[in-house]
Nanobody, 121 residues
Framework: QVQLVESGGGLVQAGGSLRLSCAAS????????MGWYRQAPGKQRDLVAT???????NYADSVKGRFTISRDSAKNTVYLQMNSLKPEDTAVYYC???????????????WGQGTLVTVSS
């Protein structure tokens, strides 16, 4: 089972930037999709961005043009660069992976513990 450790959250003023990191316990070459999700207080967990093993990316409309997801295979880490932050970006941000399992003929999913991002106005 993949272990994920997020870091980089914190308090930032509106308009500022943060970079989140998610370190995986296995080589990310074996991971099909890595992504970031967020959950604001009292709300459901929503997709922020994903990146495939081939480098294809996908973003929620609310973060397009402001957030960038990337991966460093040498460090087994996925990043989320967040610029022009807004108070509505305040949430716990979670890293998630999906890995195809030939033995199970299905995808295995793993979640990190989350890192809190607070954007003040």
């Amino acid at each position: 089972q993949v272990q994920l450790v997020e870091s980089g959250g914190g308090l930032v003023q509106a308009g500022g930037s943060l970079r989140l990191s998610c370190a995986a316990s296995v080589s990310i070459f074996s991971i099909n999709v890595m992504g970031w999700y967020r959950q604001a207080p009292g709300k459901q967990r929503d997709l922020v961005a994903t990146i495939t093993s081939g480098g294809s990316t996908n973003y929620a409309d609310s973060v397009k043009g402001r957030f960038t997801i990337s991966r460093d295979s040498a460090k087994n880490t996925v990043y989320l660069q967040m610029n022009s932050l807004k108070p509505e970006d305040t949430a716990v941000y979670y890293c998630k992976t999906r890995t195809w399992s030939p033995a199970l003929l299905g995808y295995l999913e793993a979640w990190g513990q989350g890192t809190l991002v607070t954007v003040s106005s």
